[in-house]
């Protein structure tokens, strides 16, 4: 099974860098994508909301580079997330983790600024996140059999 999602929208407020307790970065987003449509020769607009997080380095870019109102390309999967609140209640939301995320250069200019890579020469950006904490490791082997037909296995 594929849980793949692209969305693009605007930030609902300024990315929330904090770090866990061993020092893994980790940005939370808002993102709001709007939906325009006719019904009966009428306009009709449709918001949807999303929380997203971004987890090490690219988590610290996301806070330096990206700010309340910019308009983003998400790229991730979702995620049903549960937990107790203080009443002890049980509360769930599904969220993105991010594995991409970039401004929308439909209606704004970017400026992009190379930074090197902290620890090994290993190229695998740390897509995923999710909660796994191993700073600076990179990600686990996938079988080839979890690739599609038309994947590379990298």
Known sequence: MSNNIT????????????????????ARIGLAVNRRYQKDGEWQ????????????????????????????????????????????QQRESIEVVIDEIGPSLRWATASVNR??????DW?????????????DVPPAPVARESYGPDEAPF
Request: glycine residues 20%.
């Open 115 to 120: 930074t090197e890579r902290s620890g090994g």
């Open 45 to 88: 607009e449709q918001t949807s909301f999303f929380y997203g997080t971004v987890w090490r380095e690219q988590a610290e870019h996301v806070a330096e580079s990206l700010q309340k109102g910019a308009r983003v390309i998400v790229s991730g999967r979702m995620e049903q997330r549960t937990w107790r609140d203080k009443e002890d």
């Open 7 to 26: 969305l693009i929208g605007n930030l609902t407020m300024d990315p929330e860098l904090r770090f866990t307790p061993s020092g893994v970065a980790m």
């Open 123 to 135: 190229s695998g950006g740390g897509g995923g996140g999710g909660g796994s904490e191993g700073a």
